[in-house]
């Protein structure tokens, strides 16, 4: 059965620290691995990743995947209180993403 | 760019009724999504669409659920003689070709 497994489930941590989220997967079809942020409602587009050992970067949010190991990594640097939020990892096919349930991540002031 | 949008944002009904919930993607997207979440999980897949055809649902999906994309733009998901088991957060993603999916702010349904 397809899945995919994130840690840790919560987090806390305070404004400047550097958070290491983790996503691992077990997905037939494999194509691409996606990495989101939801805050109240829509899920938002963070990085799209299909080949491994390739960092992706946009600003302090980093990730890499490794298809050999089958995971990733989301790291945020100099974490701040507009971090607040689940991040979910996806991977599958085109359509047909399978979720993990997200990491929640609290950064206090 | 407008964005995925939903309607209603917020639906109450009774068990045994049926809802329909409305999704109109990105103009220039060709595929469409229905995707459903519940408290502490992920999104859970339930059907795509590539212009008209609906190309895969979810095993999951009981027959009570229909999903429609009639022109290639708009779509509707349809819920039968709803259950409680059914509130969720339905949520409608769009995207072009393999790109990423886009999400909108999603349907709340609660069955009451």
């Known amino acids: 059965e397809d899945k995919v497994v994130q840690s840790p489930l919560s987090l806390v941590v305070h404004e400047g620290d550097t958070v290491t989220l983790n996503c691992s997967y077990e997905?037939?079809?494999?194509?691409?691995l996606l990495w989101y942020k939801q805050e109240k409602k829509a899920p938002t587009f963070l990085f799209m990743l299909?080949?491994?050992?390739i960092e992706k970067k946009s600003g302090r949010l980093s990730s890499i995947l490794d298809k050999k190991e089958l995971f990733s990594i989301l790291n945020i640097t100099a974490t701040q209180t507009g971090d607040s939020a689940i991040y979910l990892c996806?991977?599958?096919?085109?359509?047909?993403?399978?979720f993990g349930k997200g990491t929640k991540l609290s950064v206090k002031p | 760019d407008t964005g995925v949008s939903q309607d209603p944002r917020h639906k109450i009904t009774k068990r045994g009724q049926n809802v329909t919930f409305r999704c109109d993607p990105i103009?220039?997207?060709?595929?469409l999504y229905w995707y459903r979440q519940t408290l502490g999980q992920g999104p859970e897949f339930l059907t795509y669409?590539?212009?008209?055809?609906?190309?895969?649902k979810s095993r999951l999906l009981s027959d009570r659920f229909s999903a429609e994309r009639p022109k290639g733009s708009f779509s509707t998901l349809e819920i039968q003689r709803t259950e409680q088991g059914d509130s969720a957060m339905y949520l409608c993603?769009?995207?072009?070709?393999?790109?990423?999916?886009?999400f909108g702010n999603g349907t709340r349904l609660t069955v009451t």
């Open positions: 997905v037939t079809n494999f194509r691409s």
């Open positions: 103009s220039e997207h060709n595929r």
């Open positions: 669409f590539q212009n008209e055809a609906q190309l895969e």
């Open positions: 299909t080949s491994s050992g």
């Open positions: 996806a991977g599958g096919s085109q359509g047909n993403l399978i």
């Open positions: 993603a769009s995207s072009l070709g393999y790109s990423p999916l886009h």
